[in-house]
């Protein structure tokens, strides 16, 4: 018989290097096609139904149907049918995600034949291929069959389906979807197409007429149910005056008939996470279950075939025809089947003790993490892999590879029996450190693809889209040999240049396998950690934290903030001991230039010592300055001789200036004028004497800006159109616009306008709109009168006149800054409460991403206004990305205001999957922290972060109030050292 074979798969056959790289998961999902296909009847109006839906809608749609109803058929023949990329998971032997990213590679982009490593848990993979290739010209259409959420579970981490699709893609999703789809389309349960595709299965099965109009009224149009209730009658399972009334009572009706163990039998298969070999059901059962099996395969229960081993040895593996048996036995039976998991478990653990090598064991180590998480933990023994399951995912490393480990890890992250934060947050950790490690290329695939391109779209577009992919390999050994391999193969095109760059690349890798990114990410996590312990008021929590930081600047920066810490709490000694322990030079120096002058105001002599310590030049001039600005309101004289004693030019300007300021506040006009005029750096001197003219009154000031005009005019230099804008705009500051103006005109050209733009701001400033006016009618420069624009928008804003300061914005000529300046009105008006005029100015806006940052901003006043109205703007005004930062954001503020309902409902229209941890960690830490359920709700959400390392450790760090909450800063500080040491394991 001819196979049954999908188009998008027989597409992946014309690519070698890219079919090996996904062979056993479409040959296992290949197996399930023929399988569904291969007595299917066709259902014609339904599938033309299917295409009209399709042609109609776009998007997201859920097949809505009934165990046993054909929806995973229906599939399958459109993938026949059509070059859709399709995805079974239930059937994928794993490694579901990159074949059904090949799919669409080998359809839609057949000059870039090249896997993205990162599509096999990172959804934004494959989103972004498909922003690549989408045409709404040529609609491409996704099929995924996802499985159910039961209590048999065959995946331990979520699908990384793409849902945030581009014009022109529509996803069809049968199964459990995280998110609300765009449409829904339910298979018929009673229609005339149905009821003629049930007569040809009655008709195909030979079943006699009398049985007929029985079998369809039980039926209720499942077909399912009609197949396997026939094949019974036949076998004189059934009695046809007795039939079952649905498609559960028929399998309870199945199951009754069973011995006890049989039963048993049913049950270890019910259990099993893929095809289980029959000598490992007989040694678990200690039965002989080949005649039991017989007889259920001849009743259609179960399937069974040969797995080659090697070309010497094969196993005979066997499952279940059709997922309702299992999802009905553990509906029904859960203490059976928890008892099943047990002793598969034990089983399991026992035989790889054994003979870990032996290839037949290849059940036991893909599916022991799983056993033993399904069943309960009093069953659990001491050799089982979550009892230490940091050795178990080495070993599964050594053993199965990265792709192993990772699937047990998230196994181990499932575990509902995890009850401390501690062993969640450590998993968690490791489960998305996996996820990036188990990203991989092959280096033929990669070169293959790379020369592929070259003949097709050029060499340096080609490589720069190859490396790119190539790029989300995590740094190591094995990325350096793929871009050796790359660089041979750009020489051997003669692209000798980029070559050599990538071998130093390689080289570079080889030298320093572990990039630096990683390092940072661990420690941003543990310095969230320590920074959660210096709010929780416990900073020698903080410094235990602070100790397992590599980076000796950030660690350093932690310190600091203990420093200041202590010292806002009144511990000086402490304060003074531990900046002085600080490693980091710089930040020492700044740490004891803090306690020196706290030291010094509370007249510890220390300080001075201290101060005299230090060797960074500006940190020391920072102390001397602060205390010289501490005497000032006692000792003008001592304070202007601590400043003139700096040993630098630079510096004493900077005091000198410091200490006019502060004597102009003081009013010692006279002292800040003196302290001005003894400024050596003349661009220094103008502009402080022209801050005094505005901070002090009468003659004194005069007097400033005199001397600051004499100063200005003696210029001649670069700094001088400078210096005479900002004295035009003090002219303007105190209402002499004219005044301002002639300055202004001593300039010309662009320094003119520039002079201009700062007098019609100034003037604002003073209260003189119309002033302001007719300078900007003057100006010629739009870059110039924007920017005034701007600036005076804002001062009416602050002023309350919002129509004036919306017409001000509106003037603006640039697009982009006419944006940004009318959204920063609009939040601003959001934050004065008038919600309705302020989502009037952002639905105004004509750049896209300015009213994304708007709605962002204004997310918490939008849902005290209306949380509905708030979620429709989504809808309304955005698209992809921004939409779902957006309901984020939304979620965060419903969240906070304890509307935990609507903001779970809000976060299941969230798309993109960072942004959905993002919205769900937020629910949780609405939660009560006492309450069990939290914890395993955290465990969920953590669980979609399994992204990568870098998106789990961000994800961690949003959880650090959550722990705190929950555990204190006691169990913050364990968890920084549990990180630490799993990292360097």
């Known amino acids: ?167 022109g893609v529509t996803l069809i999703v049968h199964g459990q979807l995280p998110i609300e789809p765009d449409a829904r389309l339910p298979l018929p349960t009673v229609d005339r197409a149905l009821l003629q595709t049930q007569m040809e299965l009655l008709d195909r099965r030979h079943c006699p007429p009398k049985w007929r109009e029985a079998l369809l009224n039980a039926a209720q149009g499942n077909l399912l149910y ?58 678990v059962s200690t039965e002989h279950p080949q005649l039991i099996l017989d007889r259920w395969e001849e ?89 230490q399951p940091l050795a178990w995912l080495r070993e599964r490393e050594l053993r199965e590879g990265l792709t192993g480990a990772l699937r047990d890890a998230g196994w181990m992250l499932q575990d509902t029996t995890v009850t401390t934060p501690l062993t969640l947050t450590r998993m968690a950790a490791v489960t998305g450190t996996l996820a990036s490690r188990a990203r991989q290329l092959s280096g033929e695939l990669v070169t293959a693809s790379f020369l592929t391109a070259v003949n097709t779209s050029g060499r340096e577009g080609s490589l720069r889209r190859v490396t790119a992919i190539v790029e989300q390999l995590p740094d190591g050994v094995p990325k350096a040999a793929v871009l050796r391999q790359l660089g041979e193969a750009c020489y051997s095109v003669n692209m000798r240049s980029a070559a050599m760059r990538l071998l130093s690349r390689a080289l570079d890798l080889e030298a320093q396998p572990v990039s630096r990114a990683w390092r940072d990410a661990r420690d941003q996590m543990i310095e ?18 602070a100790e397992r930081i590599d980076l000796l600047e950030r660690r350093a920066h932690v310190e600091t903030l203990v420093v200041r810490y202590l010292l806002n709490n009144g511990q000086y000694d402490r304060a003074w001991r531990l900046a002085r322990s600080i490693l980091h030079e710089n930040r020492a120096a700044w740490a004891q230039a803090e306690v020196a002058v706290a030291l010094a105001r509370i007249a510890d002599p220390r300080g ?3 101060l005299e310590e230090i060797r960074i030049e500006t940190a020391r001039a920072w102390a001397e300055i602060e205390l010289a600005c501490d005497l000032a309101l006692r000792d003008e004289d001592a304070a202007l001789q601590r400043i003139m004693a700096l040993p630098g030019q630079h510096q004493r300007d900077r005091g000198l200036a410091r200490l006019a300021r502060v004597f102009a506040l003081a009013e010692k006009d006279g002292d800040a004028l003196a302290a001005a005029e003894r400024i050596s750096s003349r661009e220094l001197r103008v502009t402080t004497l022209l801050e005094l003219r505005i901070l002090l009154q009468g003659l004194v000031a005069n007097l400033a800006t005199e001397r600051a005009t004499r100063e200005i005019d003696a210029l001649q230099g670069d700094d001088r159109p400078i210096l005479l804008a900002a004295l035009a705009a003090a002219h303007a500051a105190i209402g002499r616009r004219e005044r301002a103006l002639a300055i202004a005109h001593q300039l010309s050209g662009e320094e003119l306008e520039r002079a201009l733009s700062r007098v019609a701001v100034a003037c604002a400033q003073a209260g003189d709109y119309a002033g302001a006016q007719a300078v900007l009618a003057e100006m010629t420069d739009d870059d110039e009168r ?42 601003a008006r959001m934050r004065a409460g008038d919600v309705i005029n302020a989502i009037s100015l952002i639905r105004s806006l004509d750049v896209v991403g300015e009213q994304a940052r708007a709605l962002i901003v204004s997310a918490p006043h939008l849902v005290a206004a209306d949380a509905t109205l708030a979620d429709q703007l989504a809808d309304e005004l955005l698209t992809g990305e921004a939409r779902s930062r957006y309901r984020a954001a939304l979620v965060v503020a419903l969240a906070g205001k304890g509307q935990i309902a609507l903001a779970s409902r809000v976060a299941r229209r969230i798309r993109r999957r960072n942004e959905r941890v993002r919205a769900e960690l937020a629910i949780v830490a609405a939660l009560d922290p006492a309450d069990p359920l939290t914890l395993q709700r955290l465990a969920a959400t953590l ?22 909450r929950i555990g204190g800063t006691s169990l913050l500080a364990g968890i920084a050292a549990a990180i630490v040491a799993d990292d360097r394991a």
Not at 246 to 252: S, V
Not at 786 to 798: F, G, K, S, V, Y
């Open 1 to 167: 018989m001819k196979p049954i074979l999908p188009c998008a798969f027989r597409a992946v056959e014309q690519f070698p290097e890219l079919y090996a790289a996904v062979a056993p998961a479409l040959r296992a999902q290949q197996a399930r096609v023929q399988s569904c296909l291969r007595s299917a009847i066709d259902r014609s109006v339904l599938r033309e139904a299917v295409l009209a839906t399709l042609r109609e809608q776009r998007g997201i749609i859920a097949l809505d149907a009934p165990i046993g109803s054909g929806a995973t058929t229906l599939v399958c023949q459109l993938a026949v049918l059509a070059e859709w990329p399709l995805w079974l998971a239930d059937d994928d032997d794993g490694n579901g995600a990159l074949a059904f990213y090949a799919q669409i590679v080998a359809t839609r982009r057949p000059n870039l034949p090249l896997l993205d490593p990162a599509a096999l848990t990172d959804p934004a993979a494959c989103e972004r291929l498909l922003h690549e290739v989408a045409d709404p010209k040529h609609p491409l259409v996704l099929l995924v069959s996802a499985p159910d959420r039961d209590r048999q579970p065959l995946r331990p981490l979520p699908l990384p389906l793409p849902f945030d699709l581009p014009p």
């Open 528 to 545: 969230a950690l320590a920074t959660a312990c210096i709010e929780a008021h416990d900073p020698d929590q903080a410094l235990v934290c």
């Open 299 to 387: 009743q259609g229960l179960v399937h069974m075939h040969l797995w080659r081993v090697s070309d010497d040895d094969s196993l005979l593996l066997v499952r279940y025809a059709h997922r309702a048996l299992r999802l009905f036995l553990a509906h029904h039976f859960p203490d059976k089947i928890d008892i099943a998991h047990s002793e598969l478990a034990q089983w399991c653990a026992g035989q790889l003790r054994r003979n870990p090598l032996d290839p037949a064991n290849r059940y036991l180590g893909r599916q022991l993490a799983r056993h033993t998480v399904l069943c309960a933990p009093e069953r659990r023994s001491v050799d089982l892999p979550t009892a």
């Open 226 to 283: 009609l197949s396997w209730a026939e094949r019974w009658l036949h076998l004189g399972l059934l009695d046809i005056s007795k039939l079952p009334s649905d498609l559960d009572r028929l399998l309870y009706h199945w199951w009754q008939t069973l011995t006890p163990s049989e039963q048993r039998l049913a049950m270890f298969l019910a259990t099993a996470g893929e095809p289980l070999p029959v000598t490992a059901l007989a040694a």
């Open 786 to 827: 924007d920017w005034a624009r701007d600036e005076i928008a804002r001062q009416l804003a602050a002023a309350g006149n919002w129509e004036a300061a919306v017409a001000q914005a509106s003037a603006i000529v640039a697009p982009e800054q006419r944006a940004r300046t009318c959204a920063d009105l609009a939040i």
């Open 608 to 610: 001075q010592m201290l």
């Open 943 to 964: 669980r979609q972060a399994a992204i990568g390392r870098e998106e789990m450790f961000r994800a961690l760090e949003l959880t650090v109030p959550i722990l705190r």
